[in-house]
């Protein structure tokens, strides 16, 4: 259900933002197509992070309790855990990818198998994320709603689905801030090969940013993914080993009695 969900909202935010594109990226030559890239990484960056609730399910269940008296250390759990949601995140990315080829997208292996390093570099700092949040608010309802205050304000403000372009400047320091600004902009760097691209033209387009004079490449998403995806995952295997599973609750809706 989950999966089947993922790929409704993703084909839900084509159709709604699609509009949208097209009046707002005027210059592209693909106006779809960067909207669609924008929406894989997009897809990636959720399932990562909404994947953690499975770590509270499986403690309610009491399924990890038999995972817990394993003869295996608590950061291998917890590695586990993160390596599974990242690879689950990139197989939901990669569907999308091939629905957009349907669409005009076009890959070549290179750019391919760079894509492919990217989203597992985002699904590994935000299924980190998600784990950290997860083992520190330790209430599945607590969990829901951080879920959603941390990550619809980083969505619609990344350039994912509205182009940073035509954000108000008031909104800008904001959209600097964002890490999936960066992580958005890299992937749609790759997507739609602007490699020959000028500065000025990238700059243009809401992949590169001039932040007082600086020109912030899209090579520098990744390298941010890099240094953000240490510092998740060191938290977020610190945290699991310290966090009291005892204590969890999950919010289950069952019939009155």
């Known amino acids: 259900m989950r ?4 790929l409704f909202m993703s084909g839900i935010f084509l159709f709604i933002f699609s509009f949208i594109a097209r009046s707002s990226t005027a210059g592209l030559d693909h106006p779809m197509n960067y909207l669609i890239s924008g929406i ?28 817990l008296v394993a003869p295996i250390a608590r950061w291998q759990i917890a590695i586990g855990q993160v390596l599974s949601s990242t690879i689950i995140a990139m197989l939901q990315g990669c569907i999308i990818i091939v629905i ?9 292996p290179l750019h391919a198998a760079l894509m492919a390093g990217l989203m597992f ?4 700092t935000f299924s980190s994320l998600g784990l950290f949040l997860a083992a520190v608010t330790k209430e599945s309802t607590n969990f829901q709603l951080l879920i959603m205050l941390v990550s619809f304000p980083l969505i619609f403000l990344s350039g994912a689905y509205i182009p940073t372009t035509v954000l108000p400047s008031m909104l800008k320091p904001i959209v600097y801030l964002n890490p999936l600004t960066y992580a958005t902009s890299a992937f749609r760097f790759l997507a739609l090969h602007m490699d020959g691209l000028s500065h000025a033209a990238l700059i243009r387009s809401g992949v590169a940013f001039s932040i ?19 510092v998740f995952f060191s938290l977020c295997v610190n945290a699991f080993g310290r966090a009291d599973f005892s204590r969890i609750k999950v919010f289950r809706r069952g019939p009155h009695r």
Do not use: C, R, Y
């Not at 957009?100 to 890959?107: H, K, N, Q, W």
């Not at 990744?222 to 240490?230: D, I, N, Q, S, V």
């Open 100 to 108: 957009g080829l349907f669409m005009g997208l076009s890959i070549d």
């Open 40 to 67: 894989i990484i997009m897809t990636v960056f959720q399932t990562a992070l909404n994947n953690s609730m499975h770590i509270l399910e499986d403690i309610s269940s009491g399924f990890m309790k038999e995972i």
């Open 212 to 230: 007082h004079g600086v020109t912030v490449m899209p090579q520098m998403g990744a390298l941010l993914m890099l240094a953000l995806g240490a």
């Open 3 to 6: 999966f089947i969900f993922t």
């Open 121 to 124: 570099l985002v699904g590994l």
